[in-house]
């Protein structure tokens, strides 16, 4: 009862807020100095759209999605673009991935997309690159230079080892917590295309990089992890303003190493423990980072959501949008050069919800 | 009355007989070897697996498994149950929990407390949180 109601009331909520989303929430800037400008883009991620049977998919990940969408359509003025980023399906099946992008396609406005292990590992990304496009790929705009990178690749020999078939291999991938899983990796390939895609780029001019897998080594039991992290990171190490946002982790992260901020974005599926709850293995969460508050199961959009992300100085503000909670922002503070929460990040400002054990 | 005597001497043999036995059982009952050891908990860690294997299956109807929003059963908290559970609003143990999660994200159906597949559930969770201190009632 009390669920519906509060439900409801949100949902209530999010209809009135379409007429005071403008100006509040969106910042737009008209020109702005330098060549960089400010403008706005939505991010929505880990949809996890999961076939149960037939046409029959799990609801509550259906849900997690459709309601980002209708949330994502009320911004005004529109964003410039969005940005998907990975984990669309459970299982990569075609009808998941179809499923997904057909919620998808209510969203307004272009979409990029990037993939994520759970579209990758049945046909190792066949039928995404038929559907959405290439894995990896750069583009430029209003002077921000943005990188999509395919991070959950991994070792030759653990993709092409003797599985009973491709399903079983997407499902070791999908198990988060597999013993005998494999480290997510960019590979040497890709890091030679990466190079060379930023050869061309002005040092002074912003790169945003879009990642599944966080181009950091935070948790390696659970793939919170790249391998070959250090190796984009001093790929990106030039630039005045570098950027990464990354999905896969379902959970409220941020952090700075050198010039490099990091940015996670939340699932709209289901959350995830800090890497700290689980006792048997230490954890290196970002210090910077102030956790979101612990999930309440009995909401089942507690801790999930969306999105949308200010360009602001070539630098990033990620509006995080909580629909069971209250949302959270965090900014780049360009005198300390560090990712803030604007509300919680002062010790004393933190909330019993934020502590996770 | 004879028929009585045999029938007393016999219970009697059969009392004593009992006494002793129960006397050499239980001085077996007090020690136990390290073949016992390894046994006990060989059973355990059986358990403990095939708790393993169910937290990572479909255990309701829509395919969803424990382990896609409680990877290593982290964040299930076992060390701080029973407790008040607020949204249920009185002192639940943690299999009210568990069935819970299997009714609700998982839309199956409840199992008994002392189900195989419940205990099974339970040692897997509690294993994965072995050594960390029990705060019953926290929050």
């Not at chain 1, 803030?340 to 996770?356: M, R, W």
């Not at chain 2, 001085?27 to 095939?50: G, N, P, S, Y």
Request: hydrophobic fraction near 40%.
């Amino acid at each position: 009862m009390n669920i519906n109601r509060r439900a409801f009331l949100k949902t209530t909520g999010a209809g009135l807020m379409a007429s005071t989303f403008p100006m509040s929430l969106v910042k737009i800037a008209f020109g702005g100095q330098g060549p960089a400008q400010d403008f706005t883009f939505g991010y929505i991620s880990d949809a996890h759209i999961q076939q149960i049977q037939g046409n029959n998919f799990v609801r509550n990940w259906d849900m997690g999605l459709i309601r980002a969408v209708r949330e994502a359509n009320l911004l005004t003025p529109r964003p410039d673009f969005f940005m998907f980023g990975g984990d669309l399906a459970q299982l990569g099946k075609k009808e998941e991935l179809d499923h997904g992008l057909e919620i998808m396609s209510n969203l307004r406005g272009k979409v990029y997309y990037v993939i994520g292990e759970h579209d990758y590992y049945l046909d190792l990304g066949e039928y995404w690159q038929s559907k959405i496009g290439p894995l990896r790929y750069s583009f430029d705009h209003k002077g921000v230079h943005f990188v999509t990178l395919n991070s959950i690749l991994t070792y030759d020999s653990w993709i092409h080892k003797k599985w009973g078939s491709p399903m079983d291999r997407m499902l070791a991938m999908a198990r988060l917590d597999n013993p005998n899983g494999s480290p997510f990796m960019v590979g040497e390939e890709q890091l030679t295309w990466l190079k060379k895609d930023l050869e061309k780029v002005n040092r002074s001019t912003p790169v945003v990089v879009f990642s599944h897998s966080p181009i950091q080594k935070i948790f390696k039991p659970w793939n919170f992890w790249t391998q070959d992290a250090e190796k984009v990171q001093a790929l990106l190490k030039p630039f005045e303003k570098a950027t990464v946002i990354y999905g896969h982790v379902h959970q409220i992260e941020y952090n700075q190493i050198g010039n490099i901020t990091f940015h996670s974005v939340m699932a709209t599926a289901w959350p995830w423990p800090y890497p700290e709850s689980y006792s048997q293995a230490a954890s290196c969460l970002p210090k910077l980072t102030v956790n979101m508050n612990r999930a309440d199961p009995f909401f089942e959009r507690d801790a999930t959501g969306w999105q949308f992300i200010n360009m602001h100085n070539g630098k990033v503000d990620v509006h995080y949008q909580l629909p069971d909670n209250k949302n959270r922002t965090v900014v780049f503070n360009s005198k300390i050069g560090k990712p803030q929460d604007v509300d919680y990040q002062d010790y004393n400002s933190q909330i019993p919800p934020q502590t996770h054990f | 009355m004879r028929k009585n005597r045999k029938v007393f001497s016999v219970s009697f043999v059969v009392l004593m007989v009992s006494a002793l036995l129960a006397i050499s059982f239980s001085i077996q009952a007090d020690e136990f070897t390290k073949e016992d050891l390894e046994r006990w908990d060989t059973e355990f860690m059986t358990v403990v697996i095939k708790g393993e294997k169910l937290f990572h299956s479909a255990l309701g109807t829509n395919k969803v498994s424990c382990d896609q929003c409680h990877p290593n059963a982290a964040n299930t908290h076992p060390e701080t149950y029973p407790k008040f559970q607020q949204q249920i609003g009185r002192v639940v143990a943690l299999f009210e929990m568990v069935n819970w999660c299997i009714q609700n994200p998982l839309e199956g159906d409840p199992l008994p407390a002392e189900d195989p597949k419940m205990i099974a559930l339970l040692s897997y969770i509690t294993y994965e949180r072995r050594g960390v201190p029990l705060v019953p009632g926290k929050h």
